[in-house]
């Protein structure tokens, strides 16, 4: 009876895995320093929105990264679950014990790179709301030009009132005789009484 072996990955092969999730990590590292450092600087709304373009699709590698990750790891599992039903010998468990410890399986920089590049995203979106909204005076400046336009109606009020009452003398030569004037006193209205007032008679 002929039996076919399911060959297992090699050592080459691991090595080939590691090599290039390695240099992903790192150059996701890098990418993401360098559009962090944008993100600080860029206030115009162009350049909001191409950096938020930017990091949409460096988040959708990252996943992308993660999952061919977890991909390879399933392939080398059910490789070892074959060739162990096949060839009847029980090499799962040591084998996958070493793929545990290769780097391609260790996901931890590229979970924090994807979370990292989620929040800088949505600090974006917010820097976009801001800068698209009016620029709105803070209460403590709304309240001072309140209370400057209260100040400024009652100067103006003034100024009518003084300019529609006339002075003293014009209010007295315009005042009939005999009749005090709101600024005569009552003691100067009362003397011009009595001198208008004929003398009793004899």
């Known amino acids: 009876?002929?039996?076919?072996?399911?060959?297992?990955?090699?050592?080459?092969?691991?090595?080939?895995?590691n090599r290039f999730f390695i240099d992903?990590?790192?150059?996701?590292?890098?990418?993401?320093?360098?559009?962090?450092?944008?993100?600080?600087?860029?206030?115009?709304?162009?350049?909001?929105?191409?950096?938020?373009?930017?990091?949409?699709?460096?988040?959708?590698?990252?996943?992308?990264?993660?999952?061919?990750?977890?991909?390879?790891?399933?392939?080398?599992?059910?490789?070892?679950?074959?060739h162990d039903k096949r060839s009847g010998l029980?090499?799962?468990?040591?084998?996958?014990?070493?793929?545990?410890?290769?780097?391609?399986y260790s996901t931890s920089i590229m979970s924090r790179l994807v979370k990292n590049a989620e929040e800088h995203?949505?600090?974006?979106?917010?820097?976009?709301?801001?800068?698209?909204?009016?620029q709105t005076p803070p209460p403590a400046t709304a309240a001072a030009a309140g209370v400057e336009a209260d100040e400024a109606a009652d100067l103006a009020a003034a100024e009518v009132e003084r300019a529609a009452?006339?002075?003293p003398a014009a209010a007295a030569a315009a005042a009939p005789a005999g009749l005090a004037t709101p600024t005569q006193p009552a003691a100067a209205a009362a003397a011009v009484a009595r001198a208008e007032s004929p003398p009793p008679m004899a």
């Open 90 to 104: 029980l090499l799962r468990a040591p084998y996958l014990a070493n793929v545990l410890q290769q780097p391609f």
């Open 165 to 167: 009452t006339p002075p």
């Open 24 to 82: 992903k990590e790192e150059d996701s590292v890098i990418k993401l320093q360098a559009l962090s450092d944008r993100i600080k600087a860029a206030t115009a709304p162009e350049d909001l929105q191409a950096l938020k373009a930017e990091l949409v699709d460096f988040h959708g590698e990252m996943v992308l990264l993660l999952h061919w990750s977890l991909l390879n790891y399933a392939a080398v599992v059910k490789i070892l679950k074959k």
């Open 121 to 134: 995203i949505n600090s974006l979106v917010v820097k976009q709301q801001q800068a698209a909204s009016p």
């Open 1 to 17: 009876m002929t039996v076919f072996y399911c060959p297992l990955p090699s050592l080459q092969d691991l090595q080939r895995f």
